[in-house]
């Protein structure tokens, strides 16, 4: 992809989609589950701010 200097690694200046984890997912897969924040194009989405998208999208949901 040639995008060396913006990919590849976790360092500032460089974009990186993350989604953090409370459990090690190589111990037990369902720990994927266990979402605690989420870095998306830069913006950090804390479990507040992912919890309140998700409430949101099922009300939306209901209404159709």
């Given amino acids: 992809m040639r995008r060396e200097k913006d990919l590849g ?3 500032k200046g460089k974009l990186a989609d ?3 984890l409370d459990a090690n ?3 037990d897969i369902s720990n ?3 979402i605690n924040s ?3 194009n830069g913006k950090l989405l804390d479990r ?3 919890d309140k998208m998700l409430a949101d999208v ?3 949901a209901k209404k159709k």
């Fill in 48 to 50: 507040k701010t992912l």
């Fill in 38 to 40: 989420v870095v998306a």
């Fill in 9 to 11: 690694t976790i360092e």
């Fill in 25 to 27: 997912p190589l111990a």
């Fill in 58 to 60: 099922e009300a939306t």
């Fill in 32 to 34: 994927t589950r266990k």
């Fill in 18 to 20: 993350l989604i953090l």
